[in-house]
């Protein structure tokens, strides 16, 4: 299966057209947060949202906790997909289900240890795919995403056997690992924003180079099977 890339902290729509033509399958665009790159306005996501022709989807990463506030969100931005990047109450996340059943939902499950498992029964009914990464959300500022470090892979690839939802896999990727991350997660896709950039501006020949490493790897296992 053909690993999906995502590239995250798209600024503006020069951005997403880079992205694309490099190979991208989504664009993640950062709105408010506690801490972390690459936030946006609404107003600024609703510009790249509106270009984005399919099927690259468009992730609205979202700090709001309840469902009626994440709803608001997605409706005043028009994404494909909302990643929710809290561990929000699993009651909200039904009714967010319930309120956007046209969007696609991806919970962030910030992955500090083994109990990150703990988590898939709680969302799994009530999502379409979910995304680990490296944040720390009981921080005293919560760290949310966009922390450039990788957690423990082991975790990550259990929580990917324990569960039937797409997984994408985030925190601390690039051309030099990415390969390594995928032999050993297997996720449905990866997740990354510094990893191909420079001075905080998307840099093309990492792009390149990232996105020809999980060509490769793809390949590579492939051929193995």
């Not at 057209?17 to 664009?27: N, P, S």
């Not at 309120?99 to 709680?122: F, T």
């Not at 995403?145 to 990550?156: E, F, K, L, M, P």
Request: aromatic share 4%; charged share 20%.
């Amino acid at each position: 299966m053909r690993t999906r890339i995502k590239i995250c902290c798209i600024a503006s729509p020069d951005e997403a057209r880079i992205a694309i033509a490099a190979g991208a399958d989504a664009l993640g665009l950062v709105a408010r947060m506690p801490s972390g790159p690459g936030p946006i306005s609404d107003r600024a996501i609703a510009e790249v949202t509106a270009l984005v022709p399919p099927p690259v989807a468009t992730f609205l990463l979202t700090s709001e906790t309840t469902a009626d506030a994440i709803s608001a969100h997605v409706r005043a931005t028009a994404p494909s997909a909302v990643q929710i990047v809290s561990h929000i109450d699993p009651a909200e996340s039904g009714k967010l289900a319930a309120l956007e059943p046209h969007v696609r939902r991806i919970q962030v499950i910030h992955v500090e240890g083994p109990e990150a498992l703990q988590l898939i029964p709680a969302y799994e009914p009530c999502v379409h795919a979910f995304l680990l990464d490296s944040g720390r959300p009981n921080a005293p500022v919560a760290e949310l995403g966009g922390t450039g470090r990788a957690h423990d892979w082991a975790v990550s690839a259990a929580f990917v056997r324990a569960t039937e939802k797409p997984v994408f896999l985030a925190g601390g990727l690039t051309a030099a690992n990415v390969a390594e991350a995928i032999g050993q997660v297997r996720p449905y896709g990866v997740d990354l924003c510094s990893g191909v950039r420079t001075g905080g501006q998307l840099d093309p020949q990492k792009l390149f180079a990232f996105v020809t490493a999980v060509q490769q790897i793809d390949r590579e296992m492939a051929r193995a099977m």
